[in-house]
């Protein structure tokens, strides 16, 4: 029986070649996407497809592909690939072996370094010739393409969790089943899924967990725990309960280790405090030692437990305290939607405002618009605004702050706008003091208002630049600029922790979705996550004010 790892990476390989031979690009996107989809689902498609199931009732399969599935399941190959390599170069059948290589950016290096094999590609990686050459960036991108993976971001972690939660629940005879570990804590990036779960049949639902996705691996197992690998390409780890353990477990299997150090220092052992039970709920453990609850999201060692037992906790962001986004694009640059369109999403949202933040002239790639455009928006945005109510459209731009620390518009435009969000998109490799010093200038330009996404982090894909934050977060202070956490699920910039250090300098962040189209909206939890883990409140967040108040912050 193949697994849905298996079926999914041969619909891989067929959109690298494909996208190699510059097919049709929606085709090509088709067969990524329905391999991605593949790769969460529980159930097994080797089973389905042989039962005669219709494989389109899935998201992301159709017709072609469905046969494609059909096609891999009974004869164990699929033609179109073996045509496809046929026709390849030996350097291109070789990248289809790896189906998370880009070939593009693969072949790239080969013509720069002058290599043709995926071993040589390993060579180059480990002596630090890719990342001298191309940069970080591509280096990353070969690591992660050669590198059996167990991390993924938390976006992607989500569907996974899902899947795996249902297949528990429906398929492995347990009674109840929790999430935990780094994914409950809304960590940027997860290595390990863990679930804590309830059953009369541990052993059995262990046997039966074997089958998600067609067959996953047991890599090791206990008498009350076990770590699997799944398809999708993260761990998951089953942790056993009863139900007086509960609470107890929970607790375990959520903290980190620095958090758990120190609420045994308060409780005792782990293993004194499991021998107290019952412990059903995890309120009712905290409770018992004078300590109020914790929310998963600070339980990362800091000072969430002196603050438990003084009562001193924040009373985290959430959700409801939203008023509007602050940064959202439009077909004005490189948006989907036109501004009517994201102001509608927006109102739907029971936003009171939405800010559109084209991108500014400098930056060509993103059809960054010319001063004159600029001009010409903020008359038309006046004229929506006369014509739509219940929602304040906002003029702004994502402004960039170029290498000499200048703003990318004149001062008399940024005057026009109601804020501003500035951001680095160019010369990442400026050196620590240098990005330091450009964005100090930058700031002391009185139409500077919110510092976008700091540190030009992309997760899993590149670091970002250096930056002396602490100085950046006192010139901020001083000259009455703002940050923002952006809600983008590989950017997740500011990180929890430059975000707790803004706020308690006294510097409000946004947190803003950065939202190319209207979908991108519900990205927003993301950074929500973001802001509860640096354990902001809604005091700390700009965008929680209604306009009649955050307007008068942003002007200087």
């Not at 590609?121 to 990342?131: M, Q, S």
């Not at 989500?158 to 899947?163: I, K």
């Not at 600029?374 to 014509?387: E, G, M, P, V």
């Not at 209207?518 to 939890?525: D, N, P, Q």
């Amino acid at each position: 029986m193949l697994s849905n790892a298996e079926i999914a990476d041969r619909l891989t390989s067929v959109a690298q070649l494909m996208a190699a031979g510059k097919e049709n690009p929606y085709k090509i996107k088709a067969y990524r996407r329905a391999a991605a989809w593949i790769r969460t689902l529980p159930e097994s498609l080797d089973e389905l497809a042989r039962e005669g199931a219709d494989l389109t009732v899935y998201a992301g399969i159709g017709d072609a592909i469905a046969a494609s599935i059909r096609e891999i399941v009974t004869t164990g190959t699929l033609g179109k690939l073996q045509k496809l390599r046929a026709g390849a170069t030996p350097e291109l059948a070789g990248i289809s072996e790896h189906p998370r290589l880009d070939p593009k950016r693969v072949l790239r290096i080969y013509k720069k370094l002058g290599i043709a094999s995926i071993d040589a590609l390993r060579e180059k990686l480990e002596d630090g010739a890719i990342e001298k050459a191309l940069g970080q960036r591509m280096a990353e991108h070969v690591r992660q393409g050669l590198t059996e993976s167990h991390v993924m971001l938390l976006y992607h972690a989500d569907d996974v969790r899902a899947s795996v939660e249902r297949f528990l629940l429906d398929k492995c005879a347990v009674l109840r089943a929790e999430v935990a570990g780094d994914y409950r804590r809304r960590a940027e990036i997860v290595e390990e899924i863990s679930f804590v779960v309830e059953s009369e049949d541990f052993p059995r639902t262990l046997e039966n967990f074997r089958r998600f996705g067609g067959r996953t691996p047991l890599i090791t197992s206990g008498h009350r725990e076990a770590l699997f690998a799944v398809a999708a390409g993260v761990l998951i780890h089953l942790r056993h309960a009863s139900r007086d353990e509960w609470g107890f477990e929970m607790i375990a299997s959520t903290g980190s280790q620095a958090h758990l150090e120190k609420l045994f220092a308060i409780t005792g052992s782990a293993k004194d405090v499991m021998a107290a039970a019952p412990w059903p709920t995890e309120a009712g453990l905290y409770r018992n030692f004078g300590l109020a609850y914790i929310e998963p999201e600070l339980r990362e060692g800091l000072d969430e437990l002196s603050r438990a037992a003084s009562g001193t906790l924040p009373d985290l962001v959430s959700i409801t305290d939203i008023r509007g986004d602050l940064h959202a694009h439009s077909t004005s640059s490189d948006g989907a939607h036109t501004i009517e369109q994201m102001a509608l999403a927006a109102r739907d949202r029971g936003y009171e405002y939405v800010g559109i933040t084209h991108h500014s002239q400098s930056l060509k790639i993103a059809r960054g618009m010319p001063v004159e455009d600029i001009w010409k928006q903020i008359r038309f945005i006046d004229t929506l605004n006369a014509r739509m109510p219940g929602i304040q459209i906002l003029k702004s731009a994502e402004v960039d702050i170029l290498a000499d620390g200048a703003l990318d518009y004149p001062d008399d435009l940024l005057r026009e706008l109601d804020y501003t969000v500035c951001s680095i998109h160019s010369r990442f490799g400026l050196n620590r003091e240098q990005q330091t010093e450009r964005i100090l200038r930058a700031m002391d330009n009185r139409n500077f208002t919110i510092l976008g996404h700091a540190t030009g982090r992309l997760l899993l894909k590149r670091p970002g630049y250096e930056l002396d934050m602490p100085r950046v977060i006192e010139h901020a202070r001083m000259q009455g600029c703002f940050f923002e956490i952006n809600s983008s699920p590989d950017r997740l910039d500011l990180s929890a922790a430059y975000a707790r250090a803004a706020a308690q300098a006294g510097v409000k962040i946004s947190v803003s979705t950065d939202a190319h189209s209207t979908r991108e909206f519900a990205l927003l939890h993301y950074g929500l996550d973001q802001a509860r883990r640096a354990g902001l409140t809604r005091h700390d967040v700009l965008n929680c004010l209604p306009w009649t108040e955050l307007g008068k912050l942003t002007k200087r």
